[in-house]
């Protein structure tokens, strides 16, 4: 079946240090894939997708590429701020139909 | 345009009484969905709607858990004679077609006293 596996949290990072949040997925076909980003008290908010191979989405610094080789859709930002805190999922949805699979989410905090 | 609203944001219910979540998509979308996400867990898939018809409910509990989306109004999820192992956050989330990505609401937080 389909499934998205992502790096156990929490993880733990000074302000300006590079971020690699893991997402490995299995899935029949091609999938499209997705980061959320679930600030405390909110709703998830799509923070980059990528539809097929190759693509790297990209949005606030934050990208990650699709790799279909490795079935792997890692998640990376240069420099991170306090305010990128927060939880991290990452999601694959299936063609042709809305099974949207999420990881567990890995919380992220930045200090100063 | 609105995003997805989810009201109330708060829901505090006794054991044995019935909550009602309400969901209302953004505008154009008539896919709507139903997350649970239980505390420090990932979001768990229920419910997939569309006008008036259930698509998917796999992971729908098979009692006290119903969904429906009338062709007037918003998404209305309810649970029956609530137990305190349901409290947890609620979330709807709208698509305007197949494979496009879902556009979260703020969420529900149910607690189960």
């Known amino acids: 079946g389909n499934s998205v596996t992502q790096m156990e949290g929490p993880v733990t990072l000074s302000e300006e240090a590079f971020l690699t949040i893991n997402c490995t997925y299995t899935?029949?076909?091609?999938?499209?894939l997705f980061w959320y980003v679930q600030y405390p008290g909110e709703g998830l908010q799509l923070l980059l997708k990528?539809?097929?191979?190759?693509d790297k989405g990209s949005n606030k610094g934050f990208e990650a590429t699709y790799r279909k080789e490795t079935t792997s859709f890692h998640l990376e930002k240069g420099s991170v701020q306090v305010s990128d805190s927060a939880v991290y999922f990452c999601?694959?949805?299936?063609?042709?139909?809305?099974?949207?699979?999420f990881g567990a989410g890995t919380r992220l905090t930045v200090k100063p | 345009n609105a995003g997805v609203m989810q009201n109330p944001r708060h829901l505090v219910r006794r054991r044995g009484q019935e909550a009602r979540l309400r969901c209302s998509p953004m505008?154009?979308?008539?896919?709507v969905y139903w997350y649970r996400q239980l505390p420090e867990e990932g979001l768990k898939f229920m419910v997939y709607?569309?006008?008036?018809?259930?698509?998917?409910e796999s992971g729908m509990p098979k009692e006290r858990f119903s969904a429906e989306f009338p062709k007037e109004g918003p998404s209305i999820l309810r649970i029956q004679q609530v137990v305190r192992g349901d409290s947890a956050a609620y979330f709807c989330?709208?698509?305007?077609?197949?494979?496009?990505?879902?556009?979260f609401g703020p969420g529900t937080r149910l607690t189960v006293l």
């Open positions: 999601a694959l949805s299936p063609r042709g139909n809305n099974d949207m699979r």
């Open positions: 899935a029949t076909g091609y999938p499209s």
């Open positions: 990528a539809t097929k191979a190759d």
């Open positions: 505008k154009g979308h008539s896919h």
């Open positions: 709607l569309q006008k008036e018809n259930i698509i998917d």
């Open positions: 989330a709208s698509a305007d077609r197949l494979d496009n990505e879902q556009f």
